[in-house]
């Protein structure tokens, strides 16, 4: 069974601060993407990354896959209160995703 | 309207019933899903489809059951419904063989089983 490990659990942090969110697995990926999900609502895709060492960047969000696929990192800058939620890493094998339990994300104002 | 919409958003059931949550897509895609999402154990596989006349069990598939009337409906029936399958449940599509380019999901059904 192919795990995804998220770290932390929980976040809050001040609006304007830096943070990183961390997704590790045992397992390689042939590709690794990240959702972020909103109360009441289903995830939503932000990034799909496939290379080993692939560097992705969305505004203030960079994504880092590791170099032997088995790891990923979602950096943000300078949050902002709408960057709240709950966000998922998910590995990608046969077609299907495997979820990472997720990391909670508060930005307060 | 949504590229994937869930019916109904919210149901409560009791004990014992018989219970269909509906999904269904305008994206054309083949592939569907069903996931169930509990608090502190993320979202888990239930039963997935790659096209019509294709059905696999996921990762927790007792207690459920799955039918891919067409590409764009696929429900999931609870035979007889019990309090542990209270949780959020989603259907998701993929494009075939194009599972870099992500999974879209529905809002979601929040289904209580009192």
């Known amino acids: 069974t192919q795990l995804l490990e998220q770290s932390p659990q929980f976040l809050s942090i001040q609006e304007g601060e830096n943070l990183t969110v961390y997704c590790n697995s045992s397992s390689v990926f042939s590709s690794l993407q990240w959702y972020r999900q909103e109360p009441g609502e289903g995830p939503v895709l932000l990034v799909t990354v496939v290379t080993g060492g692939e560097v992705k960047k969305l505004k203030r969000l960079t994504f880092q896959f590791g170099d032997a696929r088995k790891d990923s990192s979602l950096h943000i800058t300078a949050a902002q209160t709408g960057d709240t939620g709950l966000y998922l890493c998910a590995g990608g094998s046969n077609y299907k995703l495997t979820f990472g339990k997720g990391t909670l994300l508060t930005v307060n104002p | 309207d949504a590229d994937v919409t869930q019916t109904p958003r919210n149901r409560i059931t009791k004990t014992g019933k018989r219970i269909m949550l509906e999904c269904s897509q305008t994206?054309?895609?083949?592939?569907m899903y069903w996931y169930r999402q509990d608090p502190g154990l993320g979202l888990r596989l239930i039963y997935y489809s790659f096209d019509v006349k294709d059905i696999n069990k996921g990762e927790i598939s007792d207690g459920y059951s799955v039918s891919r009337q067409a590409q764009a409906k696929f429900s999931l029936s609870l035979e007889s419904a019990i309090p542990n399958q209270t949780a959020l449940y989603f259907c998701?599509?993929?494009?075939?063989?194009?599972?870099?380019?992500?999974?879209?999901f529905g809002s979601g059904t929040r289904l209580t089983v009192v």
């Open positions: 994206k054309g895609h083949d592939r």
């Open positions: 998701a599509t993929s494009d075939t063989g194009q599972i870099n380019y992500g999974y879209t």
